[in-house]
């Protein structure tokens, strides 16, 4: 299994950003595709997750309403739209796959891609 996470970049506070989740190497049907962050100093962070499948979606608290998760089945990719963000949004992004137990939870999840840097400007 291959995630190749893209998008990530510099952005005023308010602004949006795209970033993209190239998945391959397994069928992805009873998965689900979760996308968490990294900020220096502090902890890994749940963002967002969507199921393959039923398109059923989560947000943490801090993004629900700015930020959007989404898939394209066919083409095996999975979106994280970003809007108003803020400076406290600025962390290494990271998208992942699993099937296992809450998909809020890391440990859930058995496949990361390598990352990409969103930085907010105040």
């Known amino acids: 299994v291959q995630l190749q996470a893209s998008g990530g970049g510099l952005v005023q506070a308010g602004g949006s950003l795209r970033l993209s989740c190239a998945a391959s190497?397994?069928?992805?049907?009873?998965?689900?595709m979760g996308w968490f962050r990294h900020a220096p100093g502090k902890e890994r962070e749940f963002v967002a997750y969507?199921?393959?499948?039923?398109?059923?979606?989560d947000y943490a608290d801090s993004v629900k309403g700015r930020f959007t998760i989404s898939r394209d089945n066919a083409k095996k990719m999975v979106s994280l739209q970003m809007n108003s963000l803020k400076p406290e949004d600025t962390a290494v992004y990271y998208c992942?796959?699993?099937?296992?137990?809450?998909?809020?939870?890391?440990?859930?999840?058995?496949?990361w891609g390598q990352g990409t840097l969103v930085t907010v400007s105040s």
């Open positions: 190497g397994r069928p992805f049907s009873g998965y689900f």
């Open positions: 969507i199921w393959w499948s039923s398109g059923m979606t």
């Open positions: 992942a796959t699993g099937y296992r137990a809450d998909p809020r939870d890391w440990v859930s999840y058995d496949y």
